[in-house]
């Protein structure tokens, strides 16, 4: 039986009752892969050469596909960039796991920081988009963003209950510090102690009062 409501059929009884059928995830034909990897490739040399602002267009002539393809795969720049920056994401997501049990938290806090700043230096361009994510939550980049906030706020809440590290000082602050670092440092080329000592600034005013 099927009943009218604003204009649409309405089926009742025993087919209306019958749950949702979730769409199938099909795995991605070859041809796509091999679009998909070659794309990530083409971006990732890009990105290191000419930074994160290079033209998609380009990227997406030099892996022998059309720009329709990109954004078929990457609806947008971020989600380009978020695909091509996950690997060193799970490297620093799994050194921070390492860091978990060292013996002195807020050594292992900086350590973690620390590269952070070198992994974002590698792209240009990384510091700002990475930067622009922690305030979008749109933005395609935050698939990066918030495991990482998750990871070093881990750190840090350990840091800070042995003392060592402020207790008002947030993940939030300190990402966008070593962003900000990270920004410093892709300006000043020529400075290559300049990172050290931009975070040995900010571990003095991170530190307890015991430390």
Not at 78 to 93: I, K, P, S, Y
Not at 127 to 143: E, F
Not at 169 to 189: C, F, H, K, R, Y
Request: overall charge neutral.
């Amino acid at each position: 039986m099927a009943t009218e409501t604003a204009g649409q059929p309405q089926t009742t009884g025993p087919a209306a009752t019958a749950p949702a059928r979730t769409p199938d995830v099909r795995p991605m034909r070859a041809d796509a892969r091999r679009n998909y990897d070659r794309l990530l490739t083409e971006a990732r040399t890009a990105f290191t050469e000419r930074g994160t602002d290079t033209s998609l267009e380009d990227i997406a002539r030099r892996a022998g596909v059309g720009i329709g393809t990109l954004y078929r795969h990457f609806p947008n720049r971020t989600a380009l960039m978020g695909a091509v920056f996950q690997g060193e994401v799970d490297a620093l997501l799994t050194h921070a796991r390492e860091l978990a049990d060292a013996p002195q938290p807020c050594a292992a806090l900086v350590e973690w920081l620390r590269a952070i700043i070198t992994h974002a230096t590698t792209y240009r361009g990384l510091s700002r988009a990475l930067m622009t994510a922690s305030a979008d939550d749109n933005s395609g980049m935050r698939r990066c963003s918030v495991p990482m906030r998750e990871a070093g706020d881990a750190l840090l809440t350990r840091a800070q209950q042995a003392g060592a590290v402020r207790p008002d000082v947030s993940i939030s602050d300190l990402m966008q510090l070593t962003n900000g670092i990270a920004l410093a440092v892709e300006e000043s080329p020529d400075d290559p102690k300049l990172a050290d000592r931009l975070l040995t600034l900010t571990l003095r005013g991170l530190k307890g009062e015991n430390h």
